[in-house]
């Protein structure tokens, strides 16, 4: 269920679970969410990026020579449905970061609490710069 649904339904006071291991159950198919050949950077990150946050993302991606149609944003919890991909950068915002084959890899807090913080400007700009 992709995010914005799960917040809808929680301020609804709905709660919602997620399967760790939906394989287990009988006549359950897991998908494999396919990315776009295009899609060169994954941020992983509980919120779709707007206003100050997306504009933010446009910075980095611009600092690494991609386009906003080189990106894709998916939550921590869709991260394990990942099938095969042409990833370059995969990055962690404000999440746990988990096990993926790629290249590079950010890390950093939400990106809402970035664009007002020189630390954590700091820190992922030096880690865009070791690649």
């Avoid at 600092?63 to 995969?90: F, K, N, R, Y």
Wanted: charged share 20%; net charge negative.
């Amino acid at each position: 269920m992709p995010h914005n649904q799960i917040s809808y339904l929680q301020e609804m006071g709905i709660q919602c679970y997620q399967l760790l291991h939906p394989e287990r159950l009988t006549g359950i198919e897991q998908t494999t969410l396919t990315l776009p050949t295009q899609c060169k950077l994954l941020l992983i990150a509980d919120d779709i990026p707007m206003g100050e946050s997306a504009i933010l993302l446009e910075r980095v991606l611009k600092s690494i020579q991609l386009t906003l149609d080189q990106a894709l944003h998916i939550t921590p919890e869709q991260l394990p449905l990942l099938g095969e991909h042409q990833l370059e950068w995969i990055w962690f915002a404000g999440c746990v970061e988990q096990m993926v084959s790629v290249k590079k890899k950010l890390t950093s807090p939400a990106l809402i609490e970035i664009g007002g913080n020189n630390d954590y400007r700091r820190a992922l700009w030096q880690q865009i710069c070791s690649y």
